[in-house]
């Protein structure tokens, strides 16, 4: 698949095919693209936890809070919930901070996610404390993101902001999620 | 391409065939593809300045710290320098930060640019301040990272950890760069 058609597929979808399982295989896969992405100063300082299993997924599930437009929503019902993550961690006897590493490597397996026809989101806002605790993470192990991923089940669109400039994203009535984008004119400095 | 391959074929290059012009338009084109990428909360605080002549170019090239573990090598010799470049701004006016949105975005225009027969190298040594006074950005921009794009001029292999650990490259007599990558089982926690 062509990298524009990856990158424009590869919308943040937050509603799925519950009972579409992803393998532990398919996991690692995608953390491979991870590993062989980027990584300043080659520290390669992230590692990772997998989830795919249904009492896994469910622990994971509710350490996160989704959506954050979306005042109406508390997230996927279940039965649209995702069917796996990763969980991205810094290892912090490798180094203090990552900088941009961490959107390197979820970048690199959200691609690979889209490939593979399943798609996903990356969460920041997470209950960390608990869900640190919940998975008996070591001390030295700090929770930076969460990818949850499973085959969509809705209808992302991208679309032009509107007059008022607003940037947050919406769905209509039919359930469609639309996310206005600035324009390339609009992002490109001369 | 499929994904593995792109993210394989990513590597981090350092030395390119100068002559090899990339246009403004192919830059464009790689900046289409962040503008497309996931950002947190939608904000999309990501702006962009482009170089493709070789004023612009000589102008970037001079903020740059090259290869920080290769101690005797200063950077690329003319002829071997990048053919353009895309600085990626932080628009203060929208966010005081931007989480890993930079990385993300970066991902996605160095796969854009591995499609296109291109490689890059991400730079966050930068001699920030006197970059932004020479492009004459305005205060509300920071600068994040530089992306510096040509067509690769070296052979840049991944290999496994030494016995030592070492994740510093290295360059053997032959100018091949060798990437020491920790193993899978090694990133992935159980």
Not at 19 to 33: N, P, W
């Amino acid at each position: 698949m062509p990298v524009k058609e990856l990158v424009t597929k590869n919308r943040s979808y937050r509603r799925f095919y519950q009972d579409h399982a992803i393998s532990t295989a398919q996991l690692r896969d995608l953390v491979d693209l991870a590993r062989l992405s980027a990584t300043g100063a080659n520290l390669q300082a992230l590692k990772y936890v997998l989830a795919a299993t249904p009492e896994k997924n469910s622990i994971i599930f509710e350490h996160l809070a989704w959506a954050g437009y979306l005042k109406d929503w508390v997230g996927p019902v279940e039965g649209e919930r995702p069917s796996g993550y990763i969980v991205m961690l810094l290892d912090r006897k490798i180094a203090k901070s990552c900088a941009c590493d961490h959107g390197i490597a979820a970048q690199s397996m959200l691609l690979g996610a889209v490939e593979a026809g399943l798609g996903g989101c990356i969460f920041a806002n997470i209950k960390r404390d608990q869900l640190a605790a919940a998975l008996n993470l070591d001390e030295h192990y700090e929770i930076l993101l969460v990818l949850a991923l499973g085959k969509p089940k809705e209808d992302v669109r991208i679309v032009p902001l509107g007059e008022d400039g607003s940037i947050r994203y919406y769905r209509d009535d039919a359930g469609v999620h639309y996310v206005p984008k600035r324009a390339l004119d609009d992002i490109i400095i001369d």
